[in-house]
């Protein structure tokens, strides 16, 4: 894809007169109302201004013809040709504190800006220029600006005209959400808006249900009326690998695609990026490095892992069931996941990796245990 000098495409229909972006309006409307939604008649229910909803013709909009063919969602990331991200969703990328996530969002941004990025295989097929809106709520100016150059630099161009950042640490949490909501209104054709620090986004915190709820809302209705893809960043709890708060949960459940990026634990200048949880087919999961330019770059995993992950997959089982002890299998991924500080489905990799080398095998009570293997019999891992 090539850049081409093109200018923010703004709807002609849209009014910023009418646009609200009170956030705390809505929690407080959900959270104080008497009656659950679902137990109102619909005939109680209204539309901002108001008027009764017209649900015979809001109906009709979203009914789904069982004879229509729908086309599978454009893919606008990829790697290695494994979808990552696709138009009319959202992917999570989680992890550490600085556990370079920002460095892995400017290669997303390059790869969308001109197809390609300096990480080898993450790339943008996509046939059309595609808007990139960068939203951070966490830095300050300077490395925003850092940030930003990085992703100018991959993409080959001093200034895009179709990238568009905006540093929003100075806002409140809900002006945060109304400075995005009105630039996504404003979208005219499809975009990848990236918002790194999701949790700033939260006045009420990461465990408030209420303000969870209509925060993600929000992002799946601008997902579906702009076909846009939203890449939201969230840390992980500092005691396991999941995503914090009622928060990570929404998004987690919410997503088409989770990414976990992590230092590797026996060379820190290595980070690597794993699918947690994906919809379609899962991409291998792939390193990089921060070269002398600050820019990302791919890392072979092969001279990274092999044996040593294979090792500390043993050592993780081993702590587990020392001697003859056996669990059940979802009792040993639940335990693995507290050991190896790793996500539902990295446990779930590591111990089928495991049974796959026969490190793990099935005594007589159909539990799994630990079974004694010479180390050159060990594969690697997958």
Known sequence: MEHKD????????????LFRGDILTEVENLRNDPIPIAAKPYQSSSSTNGAPFDWESLL???????????????????????????????????????????FLLTS?????????????GLICDFPEELDVLYFDNEQGKYHLSKTVNRICIQAGHPCPTNFHAYGLRPFTPAERVGAIEFTVQKLHRPALI??????????????????????????????????????????????????????????????????????????????????????D??????????????????????????????????????????????????????????????????AKRHIAFAIKNKTLVKCSSGNLQMKFQPENDIEDPD
């Not at 390193?287 to 090792?311: C, H, N, V, Y």
């Open 6 to 17: 093109s200018q923010f495409q703004v709807d002609p229909q849209f009014d910023p007169d």
């Open 60 to 102: 009709s909009s979203v009914k789904v013809d069982p004879l229509v063919v729908v086309e599978k969602p454009p893919v606008i990331v990829s790697m290695n040709d494994a979808p990552i991200c696709t138009l009319g969703n959202i992917t999570l990328l989680i992890g550490k504190a600085k556990s370079r996530k920002t």
């Open 108 to 120: 997303v941004a390059a790869a969308v800006l001109i197809g390609h990025c300096n990480i080898d």
């Open 194 to 279: 990236i918002i790194d620090g999701l949790r700033d986004l939260l006045t009420r915190g990461i465990n408030d249900e209420a303000e969870a709820t209509v925060i993600m809302s929000k992002f799946l209705k601008w997902t579906y009326e702009k076909n846009c893809h939203i890449l939201l960043v969230l840390h992980q709890n500092k005691n396991d690998q999941n995503a914090r708060g009622h928060i990570g949960t929404e998004a987690v459940n919410k997503a088409e695609t989770v990414l976990s990026v992590q230092k590797d634990n026996k060379n820190k200048e290595v980070t690597i990026v794993t699918p947690e949880f994906c919809r």
């Open 281 to 346: 087919v899962e991409f291998e999961p792939f390193a990089f490095i921060i070269d002398s330019k600050g820019l990302p770059q791919r890392q072979s995993m092969t001279t990274l892992t092999g044996d040593r992950k294979s090792e500390a997959i043993r050592e993780n089982l081993a702590s587990l069931l020392p001697g003859l002890r056996s669990m059940r299998y979802h009792e040993l991924v639940e335990e693995y996941c507290a050991v190896g500080a790793v996500a539902i489905a990295t």
